[in-house]
């Protein structure tokens, strides 16, 4: 059939080739990820398969559609009002940049909060590319309380949550519960990314792991570190892809499909 139209397109986490009649209407769609053709209007078979061979390797699996799980229901019944899946790193940053401009600062400071939106959006695009090695990530998870978790990184290593620190170019020392970046004064990081972990437990009915990311340091040192904290810096995220034997692939589903949901943070 002539004017079947192959596009790419983004769904569910998935990188997929949507196969679409010259109307717009959906004929079949390609997952490379899986090798699977879903096939819809099954009278456009034949021509959705032809059109769809010059992108095509391997074997293949042709059927229909395969049926949503809860998870992807949900997903589906979700208002976007309260879908957080959305939300880019830093995201509160953005709204208070707007709305706040910087307070009054020596000639040659910089706003701290461009710093720290910078470091979550470095960070969290290093989460988002473990999304191959089967994570999912949602971004500055509002909490009540003005707090928030800056990424929940759900994986087959469990489920973390993560706060950024920024630390472009300076030496980060932590020792024990306390970190000092550069020459400033020392902070206290395990009590509040404890606590945001145990929110997110609440919420999630699950195990959360506390992480702190040191994001662009050019040195770090750690000193009787609370075992139950996790400190790492920015480019050892790719090393996350390597945990596994926590959840599977369908416990993440549906614990990602949970924590989307705005609704779900309200009373933590």
Do not use: F
């Not at 899986?34 to 398969?49: F, M, P, Q």
């Not at 391997?58 to 899946?85: C, F, I, K, N, Q």
């Not at 945001?196 to 792991?209: D, G, M, P």
């Amino acid at each position: 059939m002539q004017g079947l139209r192959v596009t790419p397109a983004r769904a569910g986490g998935r990188n997929r080739l949507y196969v679409n009649l010259p109307g717009g209407r959906t004929v079949a769609w390609y997952d490379p990820d899986n090798g699977r053709i879903s096939v819809v209007l099954e009278r456009y078979r034949d021509d959705a398969l032809a059109a769809l061979a010059p992108y095509t390797t391997g074997d293949l699996t042709v059927g229909p559609p395969p049926v949503p799980s809860s998870a992807e229901l949900a997903r589906l019944a979700l208002h976007p009002d309260d879908d957080l899946a959305p939300n880019r790193p830093g995201e509160a940053l953005y709204a208070e940049l707007d709305l706040r401009p910087p307070p009054a600062l020596p000639r040659l400071r910089k706003d701290p909060r461009r710093a720290d939106l910078a470091a979550q959006q470095r960070l969290g695009d290093a989460l988002d590319r473990l999304e191959g090695a089967g994570w999912r990530t949602v971004h500055c998870v509002p909490l009540p309380g003005a707090d928030r978790i800056d990424h929940l990184a759900v994986g087959p290593g469990g489920v973390l949550a993560v706060r950024a620190l920024a630390a472009q170019g300076t030496r980060v020392r932590v020792a024990g519960p306390v970190v000092r970046v550069g020459r400033g004064p020392a902070s206290g990081y395990a009590v509040a990314v404890r606590r945001r972990a145990e929110r997110a437990a609440r919420a999630l009915a699950t195990a959360v792991r506390p992480v702190l990311a040191v994001v662009g340091a050019a040195r770090l040192e750690t000193e009787a570190v609370p075992q139950d904290v996790r400190i790492l810096r920015d480019d050892e995220v790719p090393a996350l892809a390597r945990l596994g034997g926590v959840l599977k692939p369908a416990d993440i589903e549906a614990l990602y499909a949970t924590a989307r949901d705005r609704r779900t943070w309200l009373g933590v």
